[in-house]
């Protein structure tokens, strides 16, 4: 059984009395199979949240069905399985880091020990044991990001939506939410994200869909989209000028395929940034 | 596997839940300490008048008369500061949610949308008892204080004025009826009871209206219009004996079934004046505000439910 099922999802949105209704999703179908990670990339406005928010039932579609492991969407215990971080999450000021994730649990029916256990292991897998008892009101943008992602996974779903889960994060934090991201993916949780950032999507998808005014113009898998089928990479460590002429004489002299470049690959700015700043090699 | 499905999940817990977090939002919210220091004053401020009135003055009317004034100077406060107190924090709860989308997540949450509109008016509900067991205390002590106080002095000058026995016993039954009595207990009751009608309303507005000055606007208006349509109706039906039709009997009574009718809690001022509060009063209204909580409550439910955010 998938994990997310979205058939032929429409969703309009009345504006004023005399236009005719806003369109935000036409016609998406996307299936997520459990343990997969889908990425939806497209530019803002494109109808990516009301996805989301159709899949929880937060909006009702105008036609279409969407299901989650099996159970519609317009059920509650749909939402048993799945949690959700908005965009641009805001949680109740007055409560603490640690209050919160207990509210969502208790919400989610746990508590006591279990409650309080799943608390600190939360904290910890989102490194915010360290404000654990401060407000929430103090939380800065990248935390409020993963203290909002820990709220999403207090029952344990076996899937995760993620509406644009690094906008507006530095890149420190946003490298914190896509690492936390590639382990929800070993634990065999699913996740369904949006973005427009996309180099950030390539990083953690399998499987993307590009959406455009409301209609999924491209999807697959990720490989399978970026791969460029006739042309093949190869990277060396300390090579030698001389050896690398040689390789470039001896493809010359095959004359099966083409020399295109060599020359040294680019380290990515964020990978320059993340050196610096935190001394990670990576 | 994972823990939740070894729970039985209880819907009274969750409701639980969620009113305690409003509850607890509420009292974190400063703005309603400002509002309890000024019932609080209001009532204290009773203490303040003691040693001029306690003279002989005590005697008969007068001591009544302050016993009176204590309590209509507690309940009206307690009035004031209840209905102001359900109507605003109710009006401020939902659209805070919503401009914070904290909402998304608690709905993304296995809640029913019921149970997230009954858990936040519980919390209300629960603000509004305690605070008003709080000045329900305070008054009754100041009662206490002031009645022990006027009975003594009463019974010193009966005494030396040589009235006798029957009459000083009868002063006694007269002034313990203006003291701390069960009446009274119903009549703060009846308090809670209209505040709680006020919440329910202000929630079902909210769930239209996302603004809360609109929301407590429209819910002080259904205040008035419940205390003066009994009044309209009665100027009606006796002004035009002849031309009450059944039509407008009916109006008339759809009327009250959508807005309250406050005539009923009449009875507190009937209190304040020593009257007692029979048994069946008080059945009726905590019966009519059972009605009209749920009532409301339901039809905030029907809006809610197909609401998209
Ligand atoms: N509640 C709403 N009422 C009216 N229009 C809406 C509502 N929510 C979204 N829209 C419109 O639907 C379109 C898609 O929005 P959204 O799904 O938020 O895009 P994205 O998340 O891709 O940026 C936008 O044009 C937006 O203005
Ligand atoms: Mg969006």
Redesign the pocket.
Known sequence: MPAVEIRHLV?D???SLKRQP?R??DDVSITIEAGEVYGLI????????????ALLGL?VPTSGTCSIFGKDSLKVDSREDVGFLP?NPYFYKHLTGAETLEFYGKLCGLRGAVLKDRVSELLALVDLEGARDRRIAGYSKGMLQRIGLAQALVQEPRLVIL??PTAGVDPLGSRQIRDLILKLRDRGITVFL?S?LLEQVQEVCDQVGI?FK?KIVKSGRLQDLIAIEDQTEIILKDAPPELVAEIEALVKRSGSAEWLRSGKPRTTLERLFLRETSGDES | MTARKSIPFSRVRRLAVIAGHAFTQLVRMKVFYFLGFFAVIGIASNFFNLPQQSGPEALGDNGMDLLRLIKSWSLGPMTLFSVVMGIVSTALLLPKDVEDRTLYTILAKPVPRLDYLAGKLMGVLLLLFVSLALMDLLMVIMLQVRLSIVLEVQASLGQSRGWDAAAIESLRQDTLAQGPTWALQGAVAAVFIRSAIMAAIALLISTFSSSTLFTTVVSFLIYFIGHFQADARDFYFEGGEAGTSAASRYLAMSVSLVFPDFQLFNVIDAVIQGKTMQLIQFVKLTLAGLYYVAVYTIASWFVFSDK??
């Open positions: 969703k949105f009345k504006t806003l935000a999703v497209g530019p803002n406005g494109s109808g990516k949240s009301t996805t989301m928010k909006v965009e509406d644009e949006c427009h959406i409301g | 998209e955010f």
